[in-house]
Each structure stands twice: as C-alpha cells, then as structure tokens.
C-alpha cells in the first residue's frame, strides 16, 4: 500500500507506518511538490500587489497554524494570539537593533523569546479550561498590548521600530520578489515541522487531552505538561510569524496588535477547519483574500442605487471589519468543520464519480 | 486626601455599573452557559438606540427610554432564537467565537450607524451636579448609582419571588429537571437574553448621558471579565461583588500611579493583572462553583 498512485475505494490500513504518512498516495506528494514548485516561479509572472498577498498569507499562515495546534489540536482557547504575534515582531527587530544579532539568527530567537513569553501567560494554562482559560488569555491580550505602549526601550513607544530587512552574506532580501522566497521556506519548514509534530508521542498526546482530557489523564499523559507545552508550540509559531512580519515591513508599530486582530486569527483557523494543519493555510488564504473579494465587490456596484444608499467609498472599512465577524458566525452556523472539510468531501465526491451511492 | 476620597466614589459608583453589567453577563451564563463576549455591544446598542430616539425623534426621555428597553427586549430574544439556538449542544470555542463575532459585527455596524465619535446625550437632569457630603457629584452618577441598586434589588427580588425566575433559577440548577416539571427551557433561554440584554441597555444609557455615546461604551463588555472572574462565573452576588472591587481597583490603581509610580494607563490594565494573579491562586475564581468530574 506504500505506493499507490490513487486511493483504493477499499482503504485498510495494515500498520501505524501507513496511517500517519504526510501523503496518503505519491499523487498527492507530488502535487504537493508541484505546489511548491509552482509558487516559487511566482515572483516571475506575478505582480508586486499579488506577491504582497502572498507573502502576507505566509507569515499569517505560519502564525495561525500556531494558534491552530493550540486551538484546534491540544482543544485550548486563546484570544491573545496578536500580542503573541506582535511580541515576536518587536523581539526580533530589538534582538537586531540592540544587540547586533544578524537577522536570520534573530527570527528564530525571536520565537524562542516569544515561547517564554507564552510560557509565562500558559501557566494559568495549565489549570485552567474552556472558559476560564479564554479569559485569561483576553487578559494576557491586554497586559501585553499595554506591555507594547509603555516599554521604550523594546518597542520604541509610540514611535514603533525599525526592523532592517534580512541579509544573508551581503545579500539584502529587500524587496517583494526576494522576501518572497524567505517567507516560502520559512513556511514549508514550519508546515512540514507541524505536520510532523502531530504524528509524534507528544502530538498524540495533545489530540488525546483536547478528545478527553480525563481519559488522557488516566492513560498516563501529563495535562500540566502538554497543556503548557501546547502553549508555548503556539506562542513560537506566532513568534516566528511576527518576526517575518517585522522584516518584511522593515517597521513595526504598537497600534496593529489589537484584540480585533487576535479575533481575525481565530477566524483563519475556524474557517480552515480546527485540527487540521492544510486547513489553517486555505484559512489565511481566505481571511487575506476576503477584503479583497470585498474591494472587487464594491467595485462592482459602484455608481448604483446599492452604492449610493450605502454610502460604500466612506464606509468599507466598517463593512469589512464587519465583514470579518460575519463570517466567522455563518461558518460556525453552516459549516463548523471548515474549508478543510469541504475539501474532503468534494474529493470523496470525486473518488467514486460517478458511481457515488 | 480629597482627591483619595473622590476616586473612592467615582470607583463604587462605575463599580456598581461594573456589578450591574456582570449581572446580566452571569445570568445569560447561568441560564444557557453561554459566555458572552457581546454583552459590552448590548450596552452599546441601547445608548445608541436611546440617543437616536432622543434626538432625531425628539422624544422626551421617559418616552424613549422605555421604547429602547422594549427595543432591546425583543432583540435579546431575537439573537438567542436565531443566532444562538442553533449553537446549543456545540463546543464551546465555537460558541465563544459565535459571540465574539456577534460582537464585531455589531461594533462595526454602529460605527457605520453612527459614526465613530462621541456624542452627548441631550441635557436631562436640571442641575448637572449635586452637593453630597460636601462633595460635588454629578446628578447622573447619584441617579446612576440608585438605578444600579434598584436593578440589583429588582434581580434579588425576581429570583428569590417571582414564579419565573424560579423557574429560571431550575433550569440553571437542572435542565432536564426543570423540563420535567413543565418548565419551557427555550423560553428561560430567550428569556434570560431579553432581561440581560434590557438591563445592560439601562447600564449603557446611564454611562452614555455621563460621557456621551461612543463605541468606548463596549469596553465595558471586556471590563467585565475581571469583575466576573473575581466573583466567579456563576454567582451573581459574586458578580456585583466583582463589579464594586474592579471599579474601586481602577481608580485605587489610578491614584497610586498618578502619585507615585506615574506609568500611566494603570486605570485601564490593573483589574487584568489582578485577574491573572486571582486564575492562578483560584482557578474558579473567589466565589465561583469547582467543578467536580466524574468519570
């Protein structure tokens, strides 16, 4: 069964080896390839907007793929993902500008700075649950948002920071089409390092405290341990996302770290589908895409009765961050599973065609 | 020594307001155990539907108020029916999520409403302040703070006499108990929306005729967390507790920074710190119920 080309309608699987590959069948490994192939000819035919989108869904992906296993896999709450995601920004730019760290060494200590950070607000983590928990991660959402407006000598204050983009060798990744191929493999080494957490020990181990934590208990699993541990795994992820955010906008100011933003976080992976790591991307993808989808709708009316009643040119900014909360509610209502889900079900539809029933 | 003094009352009289918003977090908890991350935009909504009232319709207030607790009573019962319902039986993120979108959606509406700067309620009281103890205090704020102990008798009173907070307080204790003994859960349910989402629009006014009408009012929806955390989730005595402490906290924690630390914005963030200290010491916060499980 290793190495079949298409899933057979009868799919026994013999061994734990052939039910945790990353790739159920070759096919699916090499469209993956061909996916990443494909995107790093991009920056080739693409144009500067659209590289933007791109680069914007990679450093947010691999952020909200963080909150995803914290949320989705281990089953705990966070509503304080942005300050997490803010917090790695302003490390990796001080760790460069104060200390002279190369920027390529700072990104990853950026993370590791930021898991400390989200060790200390896990701790609470460790005894708490559902609702509690989510509290207290609304407040570690404030306390660091302030932490951000009062500490001079990390963020710069209200003045923000400068972030010098990324050399290698004398080689400034300074631009949009090379910053591009930064962010592309700092997500496939993420995405591939998640995928692979999840079919370890310890990613078992978070499943089974999210499906039911006493039972997880009693089989032995330590839930202070993986609960914290879970914690920290996210607060890394978003401090690696809000490094590469740092360096490809060369600054970063306080003000973006807002709860709206956490909110927008949760939204991705909601969207994409709690628990499953493909999904968190196709998430991002939409959260990103979705003012732009609203940008060509508004377009679309634009001079008609509909535009003038609603007065769009003045208010997009308000549909749009209503836009966001809209949509997280009706995908909730319609489709709690994601866009993951829906993916596999119109693969399931394909499988059989069409001899479906 | 004044100054001290007057904070003092400023943080009961905004910490009765706390209690009476935690009030009516806790019952819609109590009731469908729902944690709602909404309820600071039902106070917006209410002194916005008030405010509209008032000044476009020009309607004298003890007309539009009782039209904006109308309002807000068939809109609680709206949400629950049609947006709430079908989540029950969900888990909870996404109940959680279902209300933080709730609130997003509506914040931005009535920023589009609305617009985003504040705006005064017109004048309704005929002298803006009164002599207390020889303090200077706002007309509002004393009303303010005998509105928030009415509500508070009212809910005692409700809850302890009335056949249908009875029969509220049984499906909080028991659904399946309470259905058994003729209890309509669903109504309970709506119910429990309508009344909290009625009592936070009274909060919301009260606070928008003090300092006018902005989508600073849903801050207070964020502010009730610490209250609710320190008096635990389900108690509501708790809660008003809650309410009075982060209010005296506030202004406690604004007084010591203005004199001697002079961090600044100490009002806004303390009552976090003091949750995070609190979840870590008592994880079901001070009055709250432990949960015990059984397996």
């Known amino acids: ?357 | 020594m004044t100054l001290l003094f007057q904070l003092l009352v400023n943080g009961l009289i905004v910490g009765a307001l706390y209690g009476v918003v935690a009030m009516s977090f806790v019952l819609i908890y109590k009731a469908s155990r729902i944690v709602n991350f909404a309820q600071g935009e039902f106070l917006l909504i209410g002194a916005w539907t008030c405010w509209w009232l008032l000044t476009s319709w020009q309607l004298p207030f003890w007309i539009g108020f009782p039209i904006t607790l109308v309002f807000m009573l068939i809109f609680g019962v709206v949400l629950q029916v049609v947006v709430l319902r079908p989540m029950i039986g969900e888990p909870i993120i996404s109940v959680i999520m279902v209300t933080i979108g709730l609130s997003i959606v509506f914040q931005a509406a009535m920023k589009w409403m609305f617009g985003v700067f504040a705006k005064p309620f017109p004048q309704i009281f005929a002298s803006p302040t009164l002599d207390v103890f020889g303090l200077q205090v706002q007309t509002v704020y004393v009303v303010s703070l005998g509105i928030s102990i009415l509500i508070m008798a009212g809910f005692g009173w409700f809850f302890k006499y009335s056949r249908l907070g009875l029969a509220m307080r049984a499906t909080a204790f028991d659904q399946q108990v309470a259905q058994s003994l003729g209890i309509s859960v669903r109504q309970m349910f709506a119910m429990s929306w309508a009344i909290s989402a009625m009592v936070s629009a009274v909060a919301g006014v009260t606070v928008g005729v003090v300092n006018g009408v902005s989508s600073a009012l849903s801050f207070f929806g964020i502010k009730v967390f610490p209250a609710v955390i320190l008096g635990g989730l389900d108690s509501i005595i708790g809660a008003v507790i809650g309410g009075l402490i982060v209010g005296v906290l506030e202004n406690m924690a604004h007084y010591v920074d203005s004199q001697w630390l002079n961090w600044g914005n100490m009002y806004e963030i303390a009552p976090f710190y003091v949750l995070i200290a609190i979840l870590m010491v008592k994880p079901y916060g001070l009055f709250g119920t432990k949960d015990i499980e059984r397996v």
């Open chain 1, 1 to 357: 069964m290793a190495n079949v080309s298409i899933i057979p309608s009868g799919d026994f699987k013999t061994s734990y080896g052939t039910d945790t590959t990353i790739f159920p069948t070759v096919t699916s490994r090499n469209f993956a390839i061909l996916g990443v192939v494909l995107l790093l000819a991009c920056p080739a035919f693409m144009d500067r907007y659209w590289l933007s989108l791109l680069i914007q869904i990679g450093y947010l992906g691999i952020a909200a793929l963080g909150l995803n296993i914290l949320v989705g896999f281990t089953g705990q709450i966070s509503i304080g993902h942005s300050a997490f995601f803010g917090f790695g920004a302003f490390a990796s730019a001080w760790l460069n500008n104060r200390w002279g760290v190369p920027v390529f060494l700072a990104i990853p200590l950026a993370g590791v700075l930021t898991t400390g950070v989200g060790l200390i607000f896990g701790m609470p983590a460790a005894r708490l649950k559902g609702l509690y928990l989510a509290i207290a991660t609304l407040a570690a959402q404030y306390i660091l948002q302030d932490f951000f407006a009062r500490a001079d000598w990390f963020t710069g204050g209200t003045n923000g920071t400068i972030a010098e983009p990324l050399t290698i060798f004398g080689f400034a990744f300074d631009t949009d089409e090379r910053y591009f191929y930064v962010v592309l493999v700092a997500m496939v080494v993420m995405y591939i390092l998640g995928t692979n957490l999840m079919r370890t020990r310890d990613g078992r181990a978070l499943v089974a405290v999210r499906d039911h934590y006493l039972s997880a208990e009693i089989m032995g699993i330590n839930l202070t341990k993986y609960r914290t541990m879970s914690f920290g795994i996210s607060a890394f992820y978003a401090g690696i996302g809000g490094a590469l955010y740092a360096h490809y906008l060369q600054f970063v100011s306080v003000e973006g770290f807002t709860i709206v933003f956490s909110i927008q976080f949760l939204g991705m992976i909601i969207i994409g589908g709690l628990g499953s790591i493909m999904g968190t991307l196709m998430g991002t993808a939409f959260m990103v895409l979705l003012p732009e989808l609203m940008q060509a709708a508004s377009k679309l009316v634009s001079g008609t009765a509909i535009d003038t009643a609603l007065n769009l040119k003045d208010n997009i900014a308000f549909l749009r961050e209503m836009s966001v909360g809209l949509v997280i509610i009706l995908f909730l209502v319609f489709e709690p599973d994601g866009l993951a889900h829906r993916w596999k079900q119109i693969k399931a539809y394909w499988k059989l065609y069409p001899f479906s029933h």
